[in-house]
Structures are given as structure tokens and as C-alpha cells.
């Protein structure tokens, strides 16, 4: 007998009975269905991939660096690319003087999403075990430098010497460290070693090697041409030189892993608010240098010379790919520099909604080199 074909003889209340067997089974059954569609979706935005179901957020909190190698973010906000994107989602926006301060902001949840450089988005996720957040696109390319008073020609001249980073553990204190040591030198975190490294914010710097009371820095720009142009110094290392065909990663675009998966749709905005900013930069030069210089000086008081701007972009390539295949060689720098933890960076990638975006533009792909997802 089938198990709900019923006797003849039956009675009502066993048809009663059966009904409402049926009916808390069809409802159990719509209710998981609900549930595997509501997995299917998290996982789709958790791989970078939009989730049409996900409402907007009503806000985004972004942070961002007053410096030439987070263009895309100046130029985004000056000429309303974001705004445009965003639609009725707010803006709200901070900036920062170096990363390891915005991850500790969006870890914090006060900010969703961050341009900042890859040493301090490698740490925040061997840290969180993958969980705090990930990169869903690149912003720039080259523009760090180790620029030197009259005295230090070579490598060799630096012994005894206090040079300044923006912050410990940010990417270009690791690219210090990391060359400092294969150099020969002995370094620590704690400001002591053959070279002493003193982590200062980058206003500061300039002052206080213009003083004369830093022998030198490893900066982004525009701080490596405000040294060169208006303090006098000279470029030692161009990290450009310590990479292949130079290309190596300065910014990355990062949003909260929390963030992603309860609003793809708003990550997606803000993606492509980011992609028409960088094709702006490429094809408007000039009125992106303009942008870019008026965000500047709306955020910091006061523009750059037309000379310091002009230097600092010439250094400095902006794309959308985060020049992924060399972040496991980022991550090493920063473990041996002891300023990062070891661990796994799979997943550290969710490029998925960035290649929506690419393709959509007819523009090709950007990889992921394995460390994560690609296509929802």
C-alpha cells in the first residue's frame, strides 16, 4: 500500500489528520527550499558575485588615503562617480594616513570598505582566518620609494642612519624592512637595529627631514616627489626596480567580508564606481589631475605644486587589477620583516563582481592567481 493511500473505512478525522500531515510536510519542504536558495545566495556574494535578493545598503562607510596612489578614490568622489553608482545608498567617507589604521577602522566597524595597500589586507585576513574581509579590486601600481639626503649614494652609507615609514607594518615599512635586510642590515620594530625605523605620519616627514632630523623615507606619492622637490632629496630605491617588468601592487580596493555578503549589490556600485574612475584617470589625464588635486587639497588644506603632481603621476600606474601573483611574495616580505602573521591567503580575492563589471565594459578579466574566486 502506498503510505498515504487511506482505507475505505477510514474515518474523517483520519482524513483530517493526513491533510495536515501533507500540509506541515509541504510546508517543512517550502521552508528548506527557502533556506537552500538563502545558502546559494550567501555563498554567491561571499564569491564576490551579486545577489540579486540582497537589499541595498542605506550606507557606505569608505575610507581612503590623501595620496596620489589612491587616485581613483579622489578622482571617484571629485567628479560623483561613486554618488552616481551608489544612487540612493549614502556615502560617508574618512581618510587615513596608512593602512594597518584603516583595517583596525573597518575591523572596529566603522568603515565597510577601504583603499589601502596589501601588507595591511594580507594581515587583517590570516588574522581573521579569512573572515574580516577581502579584496574585490586592484587601484594602483608603483609610486613608493626610498628617497635619501645629500650623503647616502648606496646602500652602504645608510649604516647608523633613522629613516620613517607611514606606519608599522604598512606596505612600504615592509618593503624598508625587506630591503634593509637584504642588504645586510639588522632591523627591529621597535625602532632599534643598524637602521632605525621610525614609523611617522607623512606630513610630519617632509618637516622633519626638511630639519634635518631624518636622513631619509620610504614613501608613496606624492610624498616621494614632495621629498625630491621640496626637501631636497633623492631617490636611493624605486621599488619599482625590485619587481618584475615593475609591476607590484600599492592599492587595493578592500570591503568587509560581512559587508559583501549582506549587500553584493552595494559593493557592486561601489565597483563600479571604481572601474569609471580608473578609466577616467586613463583617459582624461588632465582633468583627473585636476580632480585629483582639488580632492587633495579639499582634504589636507592645500594643493600640490603643479611640478610635485606632475612627477608623482608619472610614477604611478592605475588599473584595476590587484597584481594578484604577487601577494604571496608580499606576504612573505612582511613575515620575515616580523610584521605579519604566516598563514593561508586563499580566498584573501572575491573578483567575481569586478569581471561582472569588466565584461559588462568589454574589458578583459582581471586573475585572481589562485588565491580566490573569480566568477560568482
Known amino acids: 500500500m502506498h503510505p498515504t493511500a487511506i482505507p475505505e473505512e477510514a474515518t474523517t478525522m483520519h482524513h483530517r489528520t493526513i491533510r495536515a500531515s501533507r500540509i506541515t510536510r509541504a510546508i517543512a519542504i517550502m521552508a528548506a527550499g527557502a533556506a537552500l536558495l538563502s545558502g546559494c545566495a550567501a ?68 568603515i565597510d570598505a577601504a583603499y589601502l595597500g596589501p601588507n595591511p589586507a594580507i594581515n587583517t585576513f590570516v588574522k581573521s582566518g579569512g573572515q574580516s574581509a577581502v579584496i574585490v579590486a586592484g587601484a594602483a601600481s608603483g609610486g613608493a620609494a626610498l628617497v635619501v639626503r645629500d650623503g647616502i649614494d648606496e646602500p652602504a652609507d645608510l649604516a647608523g642612519t633613522t629613516l620613517a615609514t607611514p606606519q608599522l607594518g604598512n606596505t612600504q615599512d615592509v618593503a624598508l624592512r625587506t630591503w634593509l635586510a637584504e642588504e645586510g642590515f639588522a632591523t627591529d620594530t621597535t625602532g632599534g637595529g643598524e637602521v632605525q625605523i621610525t614609523p611617522t605620519e607623512n606630513a610630519q616627514t617632509l618637516t622633519l627631514f626638511q630639519q634635518g632630523q631624518l636622513d631619509g623615507a620610504w614613501l608613496p606619492e606624492p610624498w616621494v616627489s614632495r621629498l625630491v622637490l621640496e626637501g631636497g632629496a633623492h631617490v636611493l630605491v624605486d621599488e619599482a626596480e625590485l619587481w618584475p617588468d615593475g609591476d607590484f601592487p600599492t592599492t587595493v580596493l578592500l570591503v568587509s567580508k560581512t559587508f559583501l555578503d549582506e549587500h553584493p549589490e552595494t559593493v557592486r556600485a561601489l565597483v563600479e564606481g571604481h572601474a569609471e574612475a580608473v578609466r577616467f584617470l586613463a583617459d582624461e589625464p588632465e582633468q583627473a589631475a585636476a580632480d585629483l588635486n582639488a580632492k587633495l587639497a579639499a582634504d589636507t588644506g592645500k594643493p600640490l605644486d603643479d611640478a610635485v603632481l606632475a612627477r608623482a603621476l608619472d610614477h604611478v600606474r592605475f588599473t584595476v587589477d590587484p597584481v594578484a601573483g604577487a601577494f604571496e611574495q608580499v606576504l612573505a ?38 588565491l580566490g574566486t573569480e566568477r560568482p
Do not use: C, M, Q, W
Request: without cysteine.
Open 43 to 110: 555563498t554567491a556574494s561571499a564569491d564576490g558575485g551579486a545577489d540579486a535578493s540582497s537589499a541595498p545598503a542605506a550606507e557606505l562607510r569608505l575610507g581612503y588615503f590623501a595620496n596620489v596612489t589612491h587616485a581613483p578614490a579622489l578622482v571617484g568622489l571629485e567628479e560623483g562617480f561613486f554618488a552616481d553608482a551608489l544612487g540612493d545608498t549614502k556615502l560617508r567617507t574618512e581618510v587615513f594616513n596608512a593602512g594597518p589604521a584603516a583595517v583596525e577602522a573597518l575591523s572596529a566597524g566603522a
Open 333 to 370: 616580505n612582511g613575515v620575515a620583516a616580523g610584521t605579519a602573521k604566516d598563514g593561508s591567503i586563499d580566498g584573501l580575492f572575491a573578483l567575481g563582481i569586478l569581471n561582472e563589471v569588466l565584461d559588462a565594459r568589454g574589458e578583459p578579466a582581471v586573475s585572481a592567481a589562485g
